[in-house]
Every structure is written in structure tokens, then in C-alpha cells.
């Protein structure tokens, strides 16, 4: 929060500069005075940010901190180093994953739309879309018009081919 706030500190430093960035001692550090000032009254001494990156795209940081001045060494720059790699790649293929469910969903109710504009200005909705839009448009059909068979629909559906078959109650 401090460094949004003053829009400078190691997080800041390391998601947009440097891959590693290390503070030993936030009380005489010089690189982000107001963040530096702030944080060493809360009690933090030492500081060490990690970009999270991959080969194409930068995640943010991560950050470690600690109450003792000079907590952090070479050492801990190294195993840092590897979580921070891991952490990125987890990151990246999360957001990935999401904006894929995300494409498909829009997809599917594009296709939801166009079956139901088909059926409500009278023309026969397409049959090469997929299952669960089908499945929609039949649905939406059996509301729109209580009356007709659901197995005579199907059979509208599908151009005549017996491969849905219902039983209504």
C-alpha cells in the first residue's frame, strides 16, 4: 500500500526496472525516501523484490520483507530468484486460462443470441453450432411456443434426422 501510495520502493523498482532489488536497511536507504521513511516507522529494516516475469510478459513483484536490518543475502537473492520464476509462470498460465473461459463463454452466448434472433424471426437455427447452444435454442424454442412437440422441433433442428430423442411428460 505504502509503495502505491508514493509510487516508488522495491515492489515499484522491481515490476518495472530490475529483476532483483535489495534493501539491507530501509532507515538510511536513499533510492525511495518517502516509501523508505515510512516503512522503516512501521518497523520493516530489510527489503528484496522479485520481477515476476516470463520470456514475453511481466506479472508484478514479489516481495519479502523483514524486521531485522540485513536479512537478506545472495543466498537468499537465489532461491528467491527460482520461486519468483515459478510464481510468474503459475501467474501468467492462470490469467491465461482465464481469458480462454472468458473467449469461450463470449462465444457461446454469441451463438445463444443468433439461435434465438433465428428462431424468433421464423428461420431454422443452424445445426453445425455446438451442443450446449443447441440445447439453448431448444430450450428457448419450447418457451417461445409451448404448443410444438419437442421431437417435432428436434427433428426441425436437424434437418430431419433422428438424432435427438426426447421424452415429454
Not at 536479512?71 to 486460462?97: C, K, M, N, P, Y
Not at 462465444?107 to 434472433?117: L, N, Y
Not at 453450432?129 to 440445447?135: N, S
Request: glycine share 8%; proline share 3%.
Amino acid at each position: 500500500e505504502l509503495q502505491m501510495r508514493y509510487s516508488e520502493g522495491p515492489c515499484v523498482e522491481a515490476a518495472v526496472d530490475e529483476l532483483i532489488v535489495r534493501s539491507d536497511d530501509l532507515r538510511t536507504e536513499r533510492r525511495w525516501p518517502m516509501y523508505s521513511a515510512a516503512a522503516a516507522a512501521l518497523g520493516v529494516r530489510s527489503a528484496l523484490s522479485f520481477k515476476l516475469y516470463t520470456s514475453s510478459q511481466t506479472a508484478g513483484a514479489l516481495n519479502l520483507f523483514a524486521l531485522e536490518p540485513g536479512a537478506f543475502d545472495a543466498e537468499a537473492e537465489t532461491i528467491g530468484a527460482v520461486l519468483a520464476a515459478h510464481a510468474a509462470a503459475a501467474i501468467i498460465a492462470s490469467r491465461q486460462s482465464e481469458q480462454l473461459e472468458s473467449a469461450l463463454s463470449t462465444r457461446d452466448r454469441i451463438g445463444q443470441a443468433k439461435g434465438i434472433i433465428k428462431l424468433s424471426i421464423g428461420e431454422k437455427p443452424s445445426v453445425s453450432g455446438d451442443l450446449g447452444t443447441m440445447k439453448f435454442q431448444l430450450q428457448s424454442a419450447v418457451k417461445i411456443d409451448p404448443q410444438r412437440e419437442l421431437f417435432a422441433f428436434t427433428r426441425w433442428v436437424t434437418g430431419g434426422a433422428s438424432v435427438l430423442r426426447c421424452v415429454c411428460h
